[in-house]
């Protein structure tokens, strides 16, 4: 019954929450990436000695043939959509990684015993001053997604998704990135005009980069690991959101940062699932998460009071997919369209955020209650885009 549109809300909530079903739920996601016909002669017809051929070896000025390794059509639907010369890291480093998923290095240590987390929805405090120095670390590490699941996560900083940046408008941002991980990585703020080509190259294991930016526009912005193959390092769990705040102050609202997360797994060993780069090319992901974790704010929901004002900076990280925001029982009064306080459009039920975009929603809660916020694109909704927003 849950599965047919429109389902009754009240099923859904109750199914979502139950253990039994959502192992059910991972479970056939496991089946399903190892019933996937002729996945690994695609990938090794890709990519001789098992490298990914997205990791182009291609340096500014050079071109590549890319016919040349145009595998053979093995009939998969995926194995005509690779683009080596995609150049998406504009500072490729000598060496391309060998991982067909993500349970590499660190990874899958001690994954049984990792715990799990609620992620904090709340926007953080403006720090004071300024100036805000970050100095992160690219790290391998297990999360814990719910009871049955431990994702084996490329990560900034040991956090899937990784820690929310808030700055304001004309402030500074000095951020490091060190690499810890064996293979290659680099960080892309959406939120910077800067030479990418610098900024955002890669770096190797135990080296860093630094870079500084000011941000010109308010807005929630995406920021992520743009290594090559810029796909799998996202979709890995390299991602997160960077919020900037106008200068002008915004009506006083209680304020939440959802990033959207889509999740293509890999039954890896014992619960434990990785992210598997052949699966991102079917663009049909196992789960869709707010914050990293299935339903996560249905167990712990965001909570209100009657008469705030609710603020929402909702980024979809994709790799793929907008998330179609919608809160049941409610109206957005605000949806701002471009940078806030600017281009505000009232009356709003649902907006699309695209992949790599990000969006600014208000909402004021007149009344007390479970008020669902979910991806209406319920397909995604149903794989753990949803949460409650209780207004008591
Ligand atoms: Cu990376």
Known sequence: MADQYPPLLSDLVSRLDSPSDRRTFITRAGLLSLAIPGVGAALSACSPNGVLSDSTKARPGETHDTGAHTPPDTG???????????????????GE???????TGSATQG??????????????????????????????VPI????????????????????????????????????DADIPHSM?????????????????????????????????????????PVLMHIGAGMHGAIIVSPREPMPAAKEFVLVQSELYLDDVKGGTQASNYQKMLTTSPDLVVFNGRPNQYIKDPIRVKVGDRVRFWVVSAGPQHPCNFHVVGE???????????????????????????????????????????????????QKGAIGILQVE
């Open 331 to 381: 109206q957005f009064d605000t949806v701002y369209l471009g940078a806030p306080p600017n281009s505000a459009i009232r009356g709003v039920q649902t907006f699309a955020v695209p992949p790599g975009g990000g969006m600014c929603f208000e909402l004021v809660c007149d009344i007390a209650g479970e008020f669902p916020f979910v991806n209406h694109g319920f397909g995604h909704g």
């Open 144 to 179: 814990r997604l719910s009871d049955d699941t431990v994702l084996a996560a490329w990560t900034f900083e040991g956090q899937f998704p990784a820690p929310i940046v808030h700055t304001r408008v004309g402030d500074t941002v000095e951020f490091t990135l060190t690499n």
């Open 97 to 103: 990684h060998r991982a067909a998923n993500s349970a």
């Open 111 to 140: 994954a049984s015993s990792v715990t799990y987390q609620r992620y904090a929805p709340e926007l953080p405090p403006l720090p004071p001053g300024g100036t805000q120095s970050l100095h992160w670390h690219a790290r391998e």
């Open 76 to 94: 998969a639907s995926h194995s005509r959509v690779h683009n080596s010369d995609s150049r998406l890291d504009s500072a490729v480093l000598k």
């Open 188 to 228: 892309d703020f959406h939120a910077a005009q800067i030479d990418p080509k610098n900024a955002f190259r890669s770096v190797a294991k135990g080296q860093s980069v630094t870079f500084t930016f000011k941000p010109k526009w308010a807005g929630a912005f995406m920021y992520h690991c743009g290594t090559a």
